[in-house]
DNA sequence: TTGATAGTTAAGCATGTACTTAAGTATCAC
DNA sequence: GTGATACTTAAGTACATGCTTAACTATCAA
């Protein structure tokens, strides 16, 4: 396990590139081959290349090829499991400041606080 | 802005991380000192300190120091960025997902595919 | 079979990242 | 004041990342 990444490091670590963003943007609308997916950017294809490696090396993204032409797609699955880590986080976030709002609720009616309004 | 960095560059690099998101699941749960925060971790305390810096940046973490203590809390906002922009991508996913359905059960009836049961 | 198209591989290079140790600087408790 | 506590700064190192150019391999079309 040494030189293992969690599914979440890569799926972050992908994200965190706006031009990988973006492949994953224009292919969240539908799928394109690399050329396509390289037009957009002032950038040599072998980097493209790269960018889509790091995406499907985060499961962010498949693709096949078919004749000379690559077909890549967004694959939901870890996407989703990126939205939902950071939705647990949000969660207990705000949970914490709901009991923090209870406890004031309950103090504040026994303090010499002045009234609203 | 040849040297900015995308507030959503920095959100997913800092979650990229295993330590920094364990201290962002810690800190979800409640504010805690620098210290309290290295203890899990076999990492020196400068390690720890520059992982706290790549998460203020991002904005995910502040902190405040008060005599000798810096206390750390999640500020959500820019964890919310995060799950918003995935969530948009999803949504468009499916939406795409929805109209290939749609699309399907208009050809369907119309060929000689076999019924259902 | 020849040329154009679509992608791939390899190598190299400049920066960035994730640590480390060593040596600080402010509190705070007595 | 003195020592312990809680960070903080600086410097160095190993490896990862994001590109580049050059050269190559498979289609496909005529």
New interface residues.
């Given amino acids: 396990m040494l030189n293992y990444q969690?599914p979440?490091?890569l799926v972050?670590?992908a994200?965190?590139?706006?031009a990988r963003?973006a492949m994953?943007?224009r292919l969240?609308?539908?799928p394109a081959s690399v050329s396509e997916l390289a037009r957009p950017f002032d950038m040599s294809l072998p980097a493209v290349m790269q960018h889509l490696d790091v995406l499907e090396a985060s499961g962010l993204v498949r693709s096949e090829k078919v004749g000379r032409v690559r077909t890549c797609r967004?694959d939901?699955a870890n996407?989703?499991l990126?939205?939902d880590?950071?939705?647990k986080?949000?969660a207990?976030?705000?949970q914490?400041f709901d009991r923090l709002a209870d406890y004031l609720a309950e103090q504040k009616p026994k303090s010499k606080r002045r009234r609203k309004s």
């Fill in positions: 969690a979440l490091d972050f670590q994200l965190a590139d706006p963003r994953v943007e969240s609308r539908s967004v939901d996407l989703k990126a939205g880590w950071i939705s986080r949000r207990l976030w705000e914490r």
